[in-house]
Nanobody, 118 residues
Framework: QVQLVESGGGLVQAGGSLRLSCAAS????????MGWYRQAPGKQRELVAS???????NYADSVKGRFTISQTNAPKRVDLQMNSLKPEDTAVYLC????????????WGQGTQVTVSS
């Protein structure tokens, strides 16, 4: 099992910045992916950014150039630096840990609210 603890959400004005952190504990063996998803009311959950245990990153087109994902491996933690925030970034942000081997298994955090006011 993997436990995920998120922190860093809140309320910010458009153009501002927030930093989200997610600490993982338990069976955090490599290879794995970690990432952030978000879900706004009435919308499907979408990938925001992800990073592999090897350091490769992937971003949604809507956040490229504004958000940066990074990680530490000991302790296992993933951070999401969000700059130039827009009202459309408002959502619940969920941390994800994806175990790759021996089979793909997803673990999720509880979610943290990010609200961007115009």
């Amino acid at each position: 099992q993997v436990q995920l603890v998120e922190s860093g959400g809140g309320l910010v004005q458009a153009g501002g910045s927030l930093r989200l952190s997610c600490a993982a504990s338990g069976s955090t063996f490599s290879p794995n992916d970690m990432g952030w998803y978000r879900q706004a009311p009435g919308k499907q959950r979408e990938l925001v950014a992800s990073i592999t245990s090897g350091g490769s990153t992937n971003y949604a087109d809507s956040v490229k150039g504004r958000f940066t994902i990074s990680q530490t491996n000991a302790p296992k933690r993933v951070d999401l630096q969000m700059n130039s925030l827009k009202p459309e970034d408002t959502a619940v942000y969920l941390c994800n840990f994806r175990r790759i081997l021996p089979s793909r298994v997803d673990f999720w955090g509880q979610g943290t609210q990010v609200t961007v006011s115009s």
